[in-house]
Each structure stands twice: as C-alpha cells, then as structure tokens.
C-alpha cells in the first residue's frame, strides 16, 4: 500500500495485491475501499497486480485544503489524470489497465479518455458513466434536488424513509438497502455520502469518444452488469455498447452488489 500526493487535491491512499505482473489501477463503490476487488482471486487478480484506490471520504485517503464549497462544487476532470501522473513517478512510465465498480468507473473512464495508448483492457462492473443516471443528476445539478439532497442529510429520519421506499418499489434490492442503510445511520455517515458524491460530480465521461479509442487503439474491453441491477442496468449502456467494435458484454443472475465470490467463480469459468 501507498500514498499519491496529489497537488491541490490531497493524498490518495492504494492498496496493492494480486499474483499476476500486469498493473491495473482500480476504482471501487461507494461505501468500500480500494481492497474491494481482493475476492476476484481466481480471475482478475492471477493475472494483474492490482492498485486499488480509495475514492476521498473512504479508507485512508484525505482531500488537503478543501473548504465545504470546493467540495460541493466538485472535483475538476484534469485532477484525475493527476492520478496516473503521481503513479508514474513512483512506478516508472508504462503500461496499465483500468477496472471500476459502480461509481468508480468514472474514474476507469476518464482515464481511458485521457492516457488511451497506454490502455490494455478496461474492466467495467456494473458502471456509472456510461449513461446519464437520473436519480444523480437530479440530487448533483438541479437546485431543487441540491436542497432536497442536504436536507435530507441533514435529518435523522429522513434517508432511511427514502431507502424503505426505494426498496418497497423495488428500486433496490435487498443487499443493496443493507449496504445502503448501514453507509446513512449515523451523521458522519451521511455527510461522507453527500460529499461523496458531491465531489465526483463533475466527473463525467465523454462515452462518446471513449468509444472510439477503445475501438482505435484495440483495447479490451469487458463490461458485467447484474441481470436484477437497478442502479446501473445493461438496458442504459445499449449505446455505448453497440458503438463498441469487440466488447466482452456479460450479464449475471446478480444484482447491483457484483464484486463477489460469485461473481469470481464466474469469470474463472468463462470459456477460453
């Protein structure tokens, strides 16, 4: 494990593991660490040595400096690219991959967006990015739901009567209200959700010509979405994927919680 001082963002904390030689930089959900990729053992990691990251206001990694505005005003794109730069200086110039699970896949995109010919393959599991999600873009850029979304942090009752409801229709499962619930009961826990997702805000992936280099420079691309995934269904990505020339496409009898043992078992699996 590391640090990246990043210039006018803070240090962002990686963990390091995996068996295999390849170097992957990866992006985890909300709610766990950059040690959440750790149970993919018999697949991914046999074959990559994997930098696992914590997104800010999870695991070790800490924003320097940052008033309560800059963080509700959002971290700008070019900070991500910063990432690759810093790992650079402590790993050596080269070549790597990318993975993101839910909202980190922001983050694998955008740097497909930006270092494309240094890219092998890219691995998306059941990713934001790749469509517009209307629940975040209402609570992240429409004024009312800016309010709604910090009153409601504000209040002790408030977000677990919003998560009752979103699961009573179905909205999300069982396994995700747990985690959900679990990430909302105290107000610290509330205010590293509105923050969160406050400061990746701005960080938004041009799918449109990220499409396009993963075609022109031949990356491999695979993407895992959850057959009961509500969140971030494959039905949202069909355009981005029919732009894709040679896209790994699977869909598992999961729901939105994909990074298991299962799921493991899985790819492990897959024919050769």
Not at 180 to 192: F, G, M
Not at 224 to 251: C, R, T, Y
Request: proline share 4%; net charge neutral; aromatic share 12%.
């Amino acid at each position: 494990m590391g640090f990246l001082h990043i210039d006018g963002l803070g240090k962002a904390h990686y963990h390091e593991y995996g068996t295999g030689s390849k170097p992957m930089l990866a992006f985890h959900g909300y709610g766990m660490t950059g040690r959440q990729f750790h149970v993919l053992e018999k697949s991914i990691l046999n074959d990559f040595h994997v930098y696992g990251f914590d997104h800010f206001f999870h695991g070790e990694s800490a924003l320097t400096g940052w008033s309560e505005q800059q963080i509700l005003t959002g971290m700008p794109r070019h900070l991500v690219k910063a990432y690759v730069k810093e790992w650079f200086k402590l790993h050596g110039r080269q070549r790597f991959s990318v993975m993101g699970y839910s909202i980190g896949a922001n983050i694998a995109l955008i740097l497909v967006e930006e270092y494309p010919g240094l890219i092998d393959e890219v691995i998306l599991m059941a990713p934001d990015g790749l469509a517009v999600y209307k629940g975040f873009e209402i609570l992240m850029h429409k004024p009312w739901g800016r309010y709604m979304f910090k009153v409601v942090t504000k209040s002790k009752w408030l977000a677990p009567s919003l998560l009752k409801n979103l699961k009573r229709v179905n909205f999300i499962d069982d396994s995700l209200y747990t985690i959900a619930y679990n990430e909302i009961d105290t107000e610290k826990k509330r205010l590293d959700v509105y923050y969160t997702l406050n400061l990746i805000r701005l960080l938004k992936p041009d799918v449109q010509k990220i499409a396009e280099l993963i075609n022109q420079h031949d990356i491999k691309c695979t993407l895992i979405f959850g057959k009961h995934d509500n969140l971030f269904p494959k039905k949202a990505a069909l355009p981005f994927i029919s732009s894709l020339q040679n896209a790994h496409v699977h869909e598992v009898d999961m729901g939105h919680w994909l990074v298991t043992k299962q799921l493991d078992e899985y790819l492990v699996n897959l024919p050769q």
